[in-house]
């Protein structure tokens, strides 16, 4: 199957520092990727939608300030965690569309410690 | 409204031993539904995938899910657990047509196996 790979898998930041996240598809292009967020014993939840190119759409919620993603190519989408709180620590996920539309693929994760 | 219910929150099954992981989800159309497998501190495996036709559907690794639309369920079967299939399970629906990235979960399943 196709590969996403999500950088780093594990962080640990200060409060108040801003730490980003890539998610990346190696074999496949993706105009369309999408970020989750995951508490723990919670399930993964839509922060946003992210399409190559333009802007992206975050579901209710989630402030589009702190959360900034980043579509810059058919390959490569990133999340930055602006002025990190230790409620922002949980588990990030990411996913990314082919172009065939057939199924999302799923990084395998992003463990954000905030101290 | 939309939602994925997971009803078990862990379970613990016997290697040899047949294995059921309940889903039932609310949506207000036809919808796409997913089963995923995740290891620890690992992203997301699609296990399966039920989009139209046959309502009993075979995915990766030995796993059937059964569609049963008057029961707005779509549970997840194994015959025989392997000690490698412990993990945690989540349901996820999507919109019927449209982008199989936005998905729906469950809170999740954890499966543990006993030798």
């Known amino acids: 199957g196709a590969v996403v790979s999500q950088h780093p898998s594990r962080v640990i930041c200060k409060s108040g520092t801003s730490v980003k996240i890539e998610c990346r598809s190696l074999?496949?292009?993706?105009?369309?990727m999408f970020w989750y967020r995951q508490f723990p014993k919670q399930s993964l939840m839509l922060m946003a939608t992210?399409?190559?190119?333009?802007?992206?759409?975050?579901e209710q919620g989630v402030e589009k300030d702190k959360f900034l993603i980043n579509h810059a190519s058919l390959t490569l989408s990133t999340l930055t965690v602006t002025s990190a709180h230790p409620e922002d620590s949980s588990f990030y996920i990411c996913?990314?569309?082919?172009?065939?539309?057939?199924?999302?693929?799923f990084g395998q994760g992003t463990r954000l410690t905030v101290v | 409204a939309q939602s994925v219910t997971q009803p078990d929150i862990h379970i613990t099954v016997s290697e040899g031993a047949s294995l059921e992981l309940r889903c039932n989800y609310s949506?207000?159309?036809?919808?796409?539904l997913f089963w995923y497998v995740q290891s620890p501190g690992q992203g997301l495996q699609l296990l399966l995938k039920?989009?139209?036709?046959?309502?009993l559907v075979q995915g990766i690794k030995g796993f059937e899910a059964e569609f049963k639309r008057s029961q707005s369920s779509f549970n997840l079967r194994k015959p025989s657990v392997h000690w490698s299939d412990a993990a945690e399970y989540f349901c996820?629906?999507?919109?019927?047509?449209?982008?199989?990235?936005?998905?729906?979960f469950g809170k999740g399943t954890k499966l543990s196996v006993k030798p």
């Open positions: 996913s990314a569309l082919p172009r065939a539309n057939t199924e999302a693929f």
């Open positions: 074999d496949f292009q993706a105009t369309t």
């Open positions: 992210s399409n190559e190119g333009s802007k992206a759409t975050y």
């Open positions: 949506y207000g159309a036809t919808p796409y």
């Open positions: 039920y989009f139209s036709g046959d309502t």
């Open positions: 996820a629906v999507g919109p019927y047509g449209g982008s199989q990235g936005n998905l729906i």
